[in-house]
């Protein structure tokens, strides 16, 4: 088993659907993130939680909407999307926010028709 | 503001050729952290390795090996005797101290072909 695990690895969403993503990390680590790629772009940061609290929002629109239950698992609800929100999303997680370097799951990779 | 730059977008060399991979950052802070990642295929990026702004010593680790200049800002990374399995695509990354994201660079893509 992976040390950080994304549900569903693939996602197809029409515009007007709501669907969410889903991480868990088996590494006893206390910070996890949301990144987003896109083709041709440099990883970019979404939301930071350390100790389940959200520490980073990185100007995210409302249409993303995280959710972290416990230091183990974190969510990304997806409502009214765009197409141009096509990309792989990345979940990682980290020892604690600022501490040790990242551990990522595989991606799940949407695509809003 | 921080920034890490790859300039090379694409990289193609035959199996057991040497390859380096350039990263330049820019950063205001005297800490910092600098990162390698790998991306396959199947899309996790990979943990290569990590290093700090006080140490400058070059790194081998088997057919890798990173070479970190302050002078120049950059922190290079070598694959030595190339193999398909090195086909990915490499992250650049940097992280201010005190700050609990990575700024990562827009990756090179390298194609190891037989």
């Known amino acids: 088993e992976t040390g950080v695990t994304q549900t569903p690895r693939h996602l197809v969403m029409g515009m007007t659907n709501k669907k969410s993503l889903k991480c868990e990390q088996h590494?006893?680590?206390?910070?996890m993130y949301w990144y987003k790629q896109s083709a041709k772009k440099p990883l970019e940061l979404m939301f930071v939680?350390?100790?389940?609290?959200?520490?980073e929002n990185n100007s995210v629109p409302s249409r993303f909407s995280p959710e972290c239950p416990n230091s183990s698992h974190l969510f990304l609800h997806l409502h009214t999307l765009q197409p141009e929100d096509s990309a792989l999303y990345l979940c990682?997680?980290?020892?604690?926010?600022?501490?040790?370097?990242?551990?990522f799951g595989e991606g799940s990779r949407l695509t809003v028709l | 503001a921080q920034k890490v730059t790859q300039a090379q977008t694409e990289i193609s060399v035959v199996e057991k050729e040497d390859v380096t991979l350039d990263c330049v950052y820019e950063?205001?802070?005297?800490?910092?952290?600098l990162f390698w990642y790998k991306q396959p295929p199947s899309g996790e990026l990979v943990f290569l390795i990590r290093?700090?702004?006080?140490?400058?010593q070059n790194e081998i680790s088997g057919r890798y090996s990173w070479n970190f200049q302050k002078s120049t800002s950059s922190f290079n990374f070598t694959i030595t005797a190339s193999q398909v399995v090195d086909s990915a695509v490499y992250f650049c990354?940097?992280?201010?101290?005190?700050?609990?994201?990575?700024?990562f660079g827009k990756g090179t893509m390298l194609l190891v072909s037989p």
């Open positions: 990682a997680s980290s020892q604690e926010a600022g501490y040790g370097e990242l551990f």
């Open positions: 590494l006893g680590h206390n910070a």
């Open positions: 939680y350390n100790f389940k609290e959200q520490t």
């Open positions: 950063t205001r802070d005297t800490t910092y952290y």
């Open positions: 290093r700090n702004s006080f140490d400058e």
């Open positions: 990354a940097l992280s201010e101290a005190g700050y609990s994201t990575l700024t």
